[in-house]
Structures are given as structure tokens and as C-alpha cells.
């Protein structure tokens, strides 16, 4: 058998595996390599025409020069040409008598800022100077803002107030009542804090029978207004707490922040329990303490708000005992009065009836007597009656020599009819 053999495959790169029994293809020359570039490095960037630097590189230098050069720090100014962009970021200007710069406060970083500063206002800010790439300005990125005095918690206070007050979260007539004696109080407080062991001693001391339900979370610091808010939010869904309270030890205005937070009103405002505040010492006044149905100067004053103590719940009892054995005996005496004034009544009715009865029946018997014969024969008439008892009322009923009674008003006459005159003159 004789057939033609198939070419050899070449090798390398001359190896075509879709080319069947083709014929090899052969490759192209490979191009020479372009020339290297020159380069004049005698020369730094821009120094001339040929190693000019773009804008781009040019505002990104200056960017890393300028937030090299300068740490983060604090400045003082007046707040001039505020505006609170669309997206959530302010834009405004720090001046002085004789310079200003631009400022930004990003949106993220607006939490750590009670209010918005108003123009005029007096502030120092903390922040790193930078250079906005995009339109090559220099500008401070503020992440802190602090008013002169307490200008901007004041403010964020008061912004804060008018929106409950709008909203009637403030009105004396929606604060509910306390239990006079709870069985199950929750304390929504910091676990690691000494007003959970004030709250516990005095609770203890007080009503050694209540039941305490610690809910922990933070009281101060990034957070702190999320985590309340949620411990809110499990003690509404467990639904068995009778007292609700919330708060913290003393610490410095700015650890007792958290509980002016609208959102941390707001849920204590919707909270489904009586809730008790206690933020801080006698002088501090918080939102919360607003909102809440009861405010404690202090977390063991709130524990004696929320508890009874044995004492006061003996005297309770006492005071009970007392009002139920007068209303007992005043009832006694109310139903012993209303017996007599029943049997009064009684009797003048008695004989209201009995006289109204005898004066009919002695009407009835005056008919009767008038209609009676024997009042007839009082008033001088006479019955003569036969024999049998029958009754002689015609004269042709009387016979000669026919015995006869007549019966008068005082008994019965005997009697015989003898002839008249007229009957011997026939």
C-alpha cells in the first residue's frame, strides 16, 4: 500500500496547529525596537519647557507640601459667608482683621459638630490645611468647632427644643404616672459606671423584692446616641420592664452630649414603660430629662423615685387599712340611718292608708245604716210581721182577730187585729 506521507510539522515557532496539512506559514521579520527616549536630566520638573508638570501634578504637589508642612491644628477667627450645601457639606471663611481662608466641614464629619455656626460668630477650629486639587484653592478641613463659650451647644440646644416643643414631646399633660410599686425596673446605663451600683444599692436597700434588668450601653463619645437609642428599642420589644430609667454619673458637658441627641429624645419620648431620667449631677439639664415622664437630679435619686421603701409601704398600708374600716363604719351608719328613716316612712304610710281606709269604710257603713231597716224603726217606724215572719206592709193582709208581731226599734210588741168601726157599722 502506497500513499503520501504528510509533511513534517515544523518546530517552534513555525508550529501552526490549525493549519492541517498546509503548508507551514511563515512569520514576520520582528520590528526593531524604538529608539529610547531622551531625556534631559540635568533639568528638575518645570525648570523648563520640555519638563514642564501638569496642572494636576502641580495641585497635588502642592496638596502634599502643604499637609506635610502643616500638622493638624487649631485656629481662631469669625465665621463669615456660611453655606450648608445640598450634599450635607458647609463651606465657609475664617477671617481676622487682616486675612482669611477658606474653610469645609465634610459631611462625615458634621457629627462631632453640635450646630452649624452662624456668621459673626467667634470660633476656633480644628483641622489640616490642604489644597483642593480641583480648583487649586488652599483650604482648612475643619473636623472640630468650638463657639466661644458654649455658643454652638447652646444653639444646637435650642434647635434641638423647639423641634420636641413642636412636636408636643415637652407638654406637661403626656408625662405618664410611675408605679407606685414596680416590679421590674430596667436601667439603660454604661455596665462599667458607678450609677449602675448606686441605682442597685439603693434599689436594694429600698425594695429588696424588685427586680433589676441591666441593658448596657455607652453614655459618652462616638456612638453613644446609636447605642442608646437601641437599648431603648430592646426594652420596648421585651415589653415586661414597669419603670424605664436612663442616664449616667456626672462628667463634663461634653460626656453628657449623647443625652441631648433628638434621636435619643425621641426614642425616650416613644418608649412603651414610665421612663425615669438621671444625667449627671442636680445642675445638669439635658434633653432627656425634658422628655422623660419623671427627672431624677441624681441616679440614686432616681432609684428612690422608682422604688418604695418598706417603711412607706407600711405606712401605705396603714393609711389603706385606715380609709377602708371609716368607709366600712361610715357605710354602717348611712345603712343604719336609711333603716330608720325606711321604717318612718313606713309607719306614716301605715297609717296614712289605715285613715284612708277607715274614713271609706266608715262611709260605706253610714250608706249601709242609712239604707238599713233598723234605722228605719229609730226614726219611729214599726214591721208588723205574721207568724211565719213574713212581712205585713198591705192592710188587706191584716184578718180579724189575726195574732200578729209589730217589731219596733227596741224589740217585739205582741199584737191581734180587731175589727174596726168600720166593719161593726156593716
Excluded at 420596648?236 to 449623647?258: K, Y
Excluded at 389603706?320 to 354602717?332: H, Q, T
Excluded at 191584716?398 to 174596726?420: E, H, N, Q
Aim: overall charge positive; charged content about 30%.
Amino acid at each position: 500500500m502506497s500513499g503520501r506521507r504528510a509533511p513534517r510539522r515544523a518546530r517552534g515557532s513555525e508550529l501552526d496547529l490549525f493549519a492541517g496539512d498546509a503548508e507551514p506559514q511563515r512569520l514576520a521579520p520582528p520590528r526593531p525596537p524604538p529608539p529610547p527616549e531622551v531625556v534631559d536630566t540635568s533639568a528638575y520638573p518645570g525648570e523648563t519647557a520640555q519638563s514642564a508638570v501638569t496642572v494636576s501634578t502641580l495641585t497635588e504637589t502642592a496638596r502634599e507640601v502643604v499637609e506635610g508642612a502643616f500638622i493638624p491644628l487649631w485656629v481662631r477667627g469669625e465665621v463669615t459667608d456660611f453655606k450648608a450645601h445640598r450634599n450635607g457639606h458647609w463651606y465657609f471663611a475664617l477671617r481676622d482683621r487682616r486675612a482669611q481662608i477658606r474653610c469645609v466641614v465634610w459631611s462625615r464629619d458634621r457629627r462631632g459638630i453640635p450646630a452649624p455656626p452662624d456668621d459673626g460668630m467667634q470660633v476656633a477650629a480644628f483641622g489640616r490645611l490642604t489644597v483642593y486639587p480641583t480648583r487649586g484653592e488652599m483650604q482648612f478641613a475643619i473636623t472640630r468647632l468650638e463657639a466661644e463659650g458654649d455658643g454652638l451647644r447652646r444653639k444646637a440646644l435650642e434647635i434641638t427644643r423647639a423641634r420636641l416643643e413642636k412636636d408636643g414631646l415637652l407638654a406637661p399633660e403626656r408625662k405618664r404616672r410611675l408605679p407606685r410599686f414596680p416590679r421590674v425596673i430596667a436601667v439603660i446605663t454604661s455596665p462599667d459606671g458607678a450609677a449602675l451600683h448606686d441605682i442597685v444599692a439603693v434599689a436594694r436597700r429600698r425594695s429588696a423584692n424588685v427586680r433589676i434588668v441591666v441593658v448596657p450601653a455607652k453614655v459618652q463619645g462616638d456612638g453613644a446616641p446609636q447605642e442608646l437609642c437601641r437599648a431603648i428599642a430592646r426594652v420596648n420589644r421585651w415589653g415586661r420592664a414597669d419603670v424605664v430609667i436612663i442616664g449616667r454619673g456626672g462628667g463634663a458637658r461634653e460626656d453628657l452630649w449623647a443625652f441631648n441627641d433628638e434621636r435619643v429624645a425621641r426614642a425616650v419620648a416613644a418608649c412603651t414603660a414610665p421612663t425615669i431620667s438621671a444625667v449627671g449631677h442636680e445642675i445638669d439639664i439635658s434633653i432627656c430629662d425634658l422628655v422623660a415622664d419623671h427627672r431624677a437630679p441624681t441616679p440614686s435619686a432616681a432609684a428612690e423615685t422608682a422604688t418604695a421603701a418598706r417603711d412607706d409601704l407600711r405606712r401605705e398600708l396603714r393609711k389603706v387599712s385606715m380609709r377602708i374600716g371609716g368607709a366600712a363604719r361610715a357605710l354602717m351608719r348611712t345603712r343604719a340611718d336609711d333603716l330608720r328613716h325606711s321604717a318612718r316612712d313606713l309607719t306614716s304610710t301605715s297609717v296614712d292608708q289605715i285613715s284612708r281606709r277607715r274614713g271609706a269604710l266608715q262611709e260605706v257603713a253610714g250608706r249601709l245604716h242609712a239604707l238599713s231597716p233598723v234605722a228605719t224603726l229609730a226614726r219611729g217606724y214599726a214591721v208588723a210581721r205574721d207568724a211565719d215572719g213574713g212581712t205585713l206592709s198591705e192592710r188587706a193582709s191584716f184578718r180579724d182577730g189575726m195574732p200578729f208581731d209589730l217589731i219596733v226599734r227596741d224589740g217585739v210588741v205582741p199584737a191581734r187585729v180587731r175589727p174596726s168601726s168600720e166593719d161593726d157599722g156593716k
